[in-house]
């Protein structure tokens, strides 16, 4: 049985993850090779950049295989993020920015997560947010949220995190923001 340590991320490991993101981007399949570079540092350099404390890793024989990203104050967050670094859209924007600013008012939090194919149904999702939620707890952070395609949400429904709001992406494609408090 694979059972990973888990730490918080420190400076040499943003490397690896920006690959893990790249490998695992496309609904856990690797994105296209020409897009590797701009991908991962559309999802991964802005915590890197703002909230460095908030990117956690799971390790196996020294190797990142798995990492959640995230943030306790999404509002700052996103307000920081566009006015520094100049984001392009991406999936977050389909939905109604009443509702997004809602979803960051209610459920401060969020937080993306990914882990290596070949670990994956071994409990590291699960210990990972575990960390997380520790983390957000100490911080007083009520509740936190996490946007996710459909191949996602069953995991997201096993982890206690409920549907706030739903969109059509494309045609069959529902992303959905689903919630969860934090004690
Ligand atoms: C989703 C993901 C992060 C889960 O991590 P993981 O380490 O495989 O999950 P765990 O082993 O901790 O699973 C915890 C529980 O969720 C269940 N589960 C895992 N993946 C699931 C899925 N896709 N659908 C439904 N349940 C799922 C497990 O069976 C386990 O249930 P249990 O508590 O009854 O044993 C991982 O599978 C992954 O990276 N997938 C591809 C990328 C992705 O979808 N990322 C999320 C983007 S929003």
Partial sequence: MMTPALRKAGTPDWTAIAALCADTGRQG???????????????????RELRPDWTFVAVHDKKIVGYLTGCPDTLSFEKERRRLLNPRP???QFFPHLVLVKLWAEHPAHLHMNVAADFRGFGTGAALIRFFFADLRKAGVPSAHVICG???????ERMAFRTEATVQAAPGVTLSAMARPVS
């Fill in 90 to 92: 991406d999936s977050r």
């Fill in 29 to 47: 399949d690797p994105v296209d090779d020409d897009e590797r570079e701009t991908f991962a540092e559309h999802w991964i350099g802005p915590y």
């Fill in 150 to 156: 459909p191949s996602a949400a069953p995991f997201w």
